[in-house]
T-cell receptor, first 118, second 114 residues
Framework: DTAVSQTPKYLVTQMGNDKSIKCEQNLGHDTMYWYKQDSKKFLKIMFSYNNKELIINETVPNRFSPKSPDKAHLNLHINSLELGDSAVYFC?????????????????FGEGSRLTVL | AQKVTQAQTEISVVEKEDVTLDCVYETRDTTYYLFWYKQPPSGELVFLIRRNSFDEQNEISGRYSWNFQKSTSSFNFTITASQVVDSAVYFCALGTSGTYKYIFGTGTRLKVLA
């Protein structure tokens, strides 16, 4: 059973289109993230939700809209796709419990979704 | 502010050499977590290790070892007797409970030549 799963793995689309990437985790974690990895391999945090509430929004264009219907799901919708949106998008989930909780701070990634905008 | 610096952009070694990947971090939080991930050419992010700020013990796992030193804010990663399969991009990351944020370094590309 995959801990963090993203779909689709590959997405090729034309400029101006709208697309979505879905993410699900079965770890019981309370926090989920979207990261963008560009062609230079830089991993940048985009958004984070904790218990369905948006807690991190890192100056991402409004064309990007995350949605978390429940703790186990975090989707990313992108409107009016641009060439510069081509990247690999990684979903991740983590657990932030008490400092003594052995599992607190753990971070697991999905396999990534490679988006190519033509 | 949080910051992770991996000053080595790319390292090339010959198989069986030892190699150390450097990671320096900055944070004002007293509770934080440090990670290393491996990203092979296939693209997935493979978790290697997580350490919390209260545990400065060094760790060894097979050919991999990690040296965590709070005094120098460093969390270095050594591969002993490197192999071609170790060729990948390696990321160091810092997570802080105060911000719920994980920040990644820019990665070090390791090339192990046969």
């Amino acid at each position: 059973d995959t801990a963090v799963s993203q779909t689709p793995k590959y997405l090729v689309t034309q400029m101006g289109n709208d697309k979505s990437i879905k993410c699900e985790q079965n770890l019981g974690h309370d926090t989920m993230y979207w990261y963008k990895q560009d062609s230079k391999k830089f991993l940048k945090i985009m958004f984070s939700y904790n218990n369905k509430e948006l807690i991190i929004n890192e100056t991402v264009p409004n064309r990007f809209s995350p949605k978390s219907p429940d703790k186990a799901h975090l989707n990313l919708h992108i409107n009016s796709l641009e060439l510069g949106d081509s990247a690999v998008y990684f979903c991740a989930s983590s657990r932030w419990g008490l400092a003594g909780d052995l599992n607190t701070g753990e971070l697991f990634f999905g396999e990534g979704s490679r988006l190519t905008v033509l | 502010a949080q910051k992770v610096t991996q000053a080595q952009t790319e390292i090339s070694v010959v198989e069986k050499e030892d190699v150390t990947l450097d990671c320096v971090y900055e944070t004002r939080d007293t509770t934080y977590y440090l990670f290393w991930y491996k990203q092979p050419p296939s693209g997935e992010l493979v978790f290697l290790i997580r350490r919390n700020s209260f545990d400065e013990q060094n760790e060894i796992s097979g050919r991999y070892s990690w040296n965590f030193q709070k005094s120098t804010s460093s969390f270095n990663f050594t591969i002993t007797a490197s192999q071609v399969v170790d060729s990948a991009v390696y990321f160091c990351a810092l997570g802080t409970s105060g911000t719920y944020k994980y920040i990644f370094g820019t990665g070090t590309r390791l090339k192990v030549l046969a």
